[in-house]
C-alpha cells in the first residue's frame, strides 16, 4: 500500500465511529483505497470545473504546495487560500459555512456543541463519512492538552470534522459540493501541508467576539489565532 493510503487509513481507523463518519467500520484497507480513488477521480472533474479557473486567476499553481482553510463564526466563512513555493498566499474562494453549532470561543470538553477556535491540520480523510465525506480536524491540538491540563479539564471531546450537508453540531458543514471539491484538493495537497485556523471572527479587521465561553487564557489564544492570520493580509470579500 502506498505510504498516502497508510497514513490516511491509519487516521480513519481511529475514527470510524465518530458523529461525523460512517456508523459501519468494516472497511478494509483495500475497500478504503479503491472508495479513496474513485471519489477523489470524480471530484476531481468538478474541481478542475469550479476551482481551476480560480487557481489560475489569483496566478497559483494547482495542485498547491500548500492550502489554509480559515473558518471565521461570526461570519460564518471559510476562506480558502493557496500558495506557491516563495509567494505569499493569494485568497481563492469564499465558502459559506451552511451549518456549525455554539458559538464564540473554543471548546471546553466533550458534548458542549462548541467548534474548537485554534490553528489546526488535517488528520485524516473519510470517503464513508454519512455526511458525504469529511475531514478531519487533528483538535485537541497541543494548546488544548495543555489549558485542558493547566484547568484540570478532561475529556475534551474530538472527532471535528469539516464535511458536507448542511447540519452539523460541534463539527463545520459547507454543503455536499464544497466538501467534495475540499476533499480532493486536501488529498492532491497532503494532510500536512494543509493549515485550518479556526476563529471566532475575522480576527483581522476586528477584535474578538466573545461569547459565554470565556476561560481566562482566551486572550492569548486569540493573540495567537490573530498572529497566524497575519499571512493572510488579502481583504475578502464576503459575498
Known amino acids: 500500500m502506498k505510504l498516502k493510503y497508510k497514513i490516511m487509513m491509519m487516521g480513519l481507523l481511529t475514527t470510524l465511529i465518530a458523529g461525523c463518519v460512517s456508523r459501519q ?36 499553481d494547482y495542485p498547491p504546495k500548500k492550502m489554509a482553510l480559515l473558518i471565521f463564526k461570526d461570519e460564518r ?7 506557491n513555493p516563495d509567494q505569499p498566499w493569494k485568497l481563492i474562494k469564499n465558502i459559506h459555512v451552511l451549518g456549525a453549532s455554539g458559538g464564540p470561543g473554543p471548546k471546553l470538553r466533550e458534548g458542549d456543541r462548541q467548534v474548537p477556535e485554534g490553528v489546526y491540520h488535517i488528520s485524516a480523510l473519510n470517503p464513508f463519512s454519512k455526511y458525504d465525506v469529511s475531514m478531519r480536524i487533528d483538535y485537541p491540538n497541543s494548546f488544548d492538552l495543555e489549558r485542558a491540563h ?16 448542511h447540519f452539523s453540531i460541534g463539527c ?3 454543503g455536499n459540493k464544497l466538501a467534495e ?13 494543509v493549515t485550518v485556523v479556526i476563529a471566532p471572527n475575522d480576527l483581522r479587521h476586528a477584535p474578538p467576539v466573545i461569547g459565554d465561553v470565556h476561560p481566562s487564557w482566551l486572550m492569548v489564544l486569540n ?17
Open 172 to 174: 463545520i458543514a459547507v
Open 181 to 193: 471539491e475540499l476533499f480532493a484538493m486536501v488529498y492532491h495537497v497532503g494532510l500536512k501541508n
Open 223 to 239: 493573540n495567537h489565532i490573530k498572529r497566524r492570520l497575519q499571512a493572510f493580509s488579502q481583504n475578502s470579500v464576503y459575498s
Open 150 to 165: 493547566h484547568d484540570g479539564r478532561y475529556q475534551l471531546g474530538g472527532d471535528i470534522y469539516i464535511h458536507g450537508g
Open 77 to 83: 466563512i471559510m476562506e480558502l487560500w493557496a500558495q
Open 25 to 60: 467500520p468494516q472497511y478494509s484497507a483495500r475497500e478504503y483505497r479503491d472508495v479513496m480513488h474513485k471519489k477523489v477521480n470524480h471530484f476531481d472533474k468538478m474541481v478542475k470545473k469550479d476551482l481551476e479557473p480560480e487557481f489560475k486567476e489569483a496566478h497559483v
